[in-house]
């Protein structure tokens, strides 16, 4: 079976913020991803880190704004300069937990010839960024539904920005949660874009909820990511219904 991180940003919130690593540790967790670290500094968070000996698989660029609605602003024409310091700002994170990819927000945007070529742009440059310090940039198709107005919805227009982009060290988040409520065909599309995921995240669908929930059978498709050779972490990047451990059963029962 896979190896599972766990994002601490939906998931042991009985906990605040920094206490959540190493409940997610004694939960059995060998990982952790989260949205954002920016409320903490580099070295708090890297503290949390090294005491627990968790491994990061992802977190975000600053989103901008979260509050008041906005999500990232990468294919947002007349930022540029404001995404190019997210960048930045992300690096001294990525090195105090040891982080190895990093993923870069799109933004509410429409999907115009003008935002792409913004969009596509600023890819190259956060992937040439973080190329030179030894990260992957991921990009994530985030379904209408969940995020109306979202640059980024479908698998297929992220493959194709990724085949423009034909950059070594970007890839995609490939978030079965989303892509589920756009299109389906889930086992097909995993072995499809298996040359280009960096990274897998899992939730139940429609409802977000744990994994044993809801209409995927998940048990084959873990089965289906490790036929077909995926050696990565898989984020668990789902809301608990009833309490993180408490609604853990579905990890241990396919361990």
Not at 43 to 49: F, H, M, N, S
Request: glycine share 8%.
């Amino acid at each position: 079976m896979p190896r599972f991180s766990a994002n601490i940003s939906m998931m042991f919130c009985e906990y605040v913020f920094l206490d959540r690593f190493s409940a997610a540790r004694d939960a059995g967790f060998e990982a952790v991803e989260f949205l954002f670290p920016y409320d903490y500094t580099p070295d708090e968070i890297g503290r949390a880190v090294s005491q627990t000996g968790l491994a990061i698989s992802v977190f975000n660029f600053f989103p901008g704004n979260w509050q008041a609605g906005e999500r990232g602003m990468a294919a947002i024409p007349g930022r540029e300069a404001e995404f190019q310091a997210t960048v930045k700002r992300a690096l001294p994170y990525a090195r105090e937990v040891g982080a190895k990819c990093l993923h870069m927000m799109a933004g509410l945007a429409l999907p115009d010839a003008k935002t792409e070529a913004v969009y596509l742009d600023n890819i190259r440059y956060a992937g040439d960024t973080l190329a030179e310090a030894g990260l992957d940039l991921l990009i994530e198709p985030i379904n209408s539904r969940s995020m109306p107005g979202y640059f980024l919805s479908t698998v297929a227009q992220a493959i194709d920005l990724i085949n423009q982009v034909s950059h070594p060290n970007v890839r995609l988040q490939f978030d079965i949660f989303h892509h589920q409520i756009m299109q389906g065909d889930v086992v097909c599309s995993l072995s499809d874009c298996i040359g280009q995921i960096g990274h897998i995240q899992i939730a139940g669908v429609p409802d977000r909820h744990e994994p044993d929930t809801g209409e995927l059978n998940y048990v084959e498709i873990f089965r289906h990511i490790d036929c077909i050779g995926y050696n990565g972490w898989v984020g668990c990047e789902y809301v608990p219904r009833n309490g993180t451990v408490e609604g853990l059963s579905w990890l241990e029962s396919v361990r």
